[in-house]
T-cell receptor, first 115, second 115 residues
């Protein structure tokens, strides 16, 4: 079974610091997509970043970047220069295209950015 | 452009009742997917509709059903409500069925409480 594990239920960092959120996954597939979603208090999920497994280069989106280690099945999210607006629940997710196309989410990491 | 609209925002029902939740996608989006979010189970995929056809379904009992109309609006129905159905129900829309390469746009969800 494909699973996504986020080992940090909750984290707190000071504003302007860099924080890394961990995610590991388990699959026997070689082609898949990995995602980080942000869910602020408004409850609306927002895609932060997406990584295609066949691309070795780590995806980046402004202050957000990932460390994708395919052999280790690890997909961590780094937030640089953290801002108060980054306070949210962060979900790591996984999907195998052409398979059952069902996205699988981790349990989430609640991130608090402290002023 | 209006975002994904979910109604109602909050709902309280009692065990045994049924409930219908509504999701209006972004204009032009033809794919709608539904998710259940609970503190214990996290986020789980319920089903996906495209062009009025269910193309994918998660591991939920038959009490959970949905449909999509010709204008792409979608409804999900839960019959014979159980306490464990208390959850945040999120829907997302995209231009085409999500195989990992589509950007999902989420609504703010419907918080269902079953008493």
């Amino acid at each position: 079974a494909q699973t996504v594990t986020q080992s940090q239920p909750e984290m707190s960092v000071q504003e302007a610091e860099t924080v890394t959120l961990s995610c590991t996954y388990d699959t026997s597939e070689s082609n898949y997509y990995l995602f980080w979603y942000k869910q602020p208090p408004s409850r609306q999920m927002i895609l932060v970043i997406r990584q295609e497994a066949y691309k070795q280069q780590n995806a980046t989106e402004n202050r957000f970047s990932v460390n994708f280690q395919k052999a280790a099945k690890s997909f961590s999210l780094k937030i640089s220069d953290s801002q108060l607006g980054d306070t949210a629940m962060y979900f790591c997710a996984f999907m195998t295209p052409g398979g059952d196309d069902k996205i699988i989410f981790g349990k989430g990491t609640r991130l608090h950015i402290l002023p | 452009k209006a975002g994904v609209t979910q109604t109602p925002r909050y709902l309280i029902k009692t065990r045994g009742q049924q409930v219908t939740l509504s999701c209006s996608p972004i204009s032009g989006h033809r794919s709608v997917s539904w998710y259940q979010q609970t503190p214990g189970q996290g986020l789980q995929f319920l089903f996906e509709y495209f062009s009025e056809t269910q193309r994918n379904k998660g591991n939920f009992p038959g009490r959970f059903s949905g449909r999509q109309f010709s204008n792409s609006r979608s409804e999900m129905n839960v019959s014979t409500l159980e306490l464990g159905d208390s959850a945040l129900y999120l829907c997302a829309s995209s231009l085409a069925p999500d195989r990992g390469n589509e950007k999902l746009f989420f609504g703010s969800g419907t918080q269902l409480s079953v008493l």
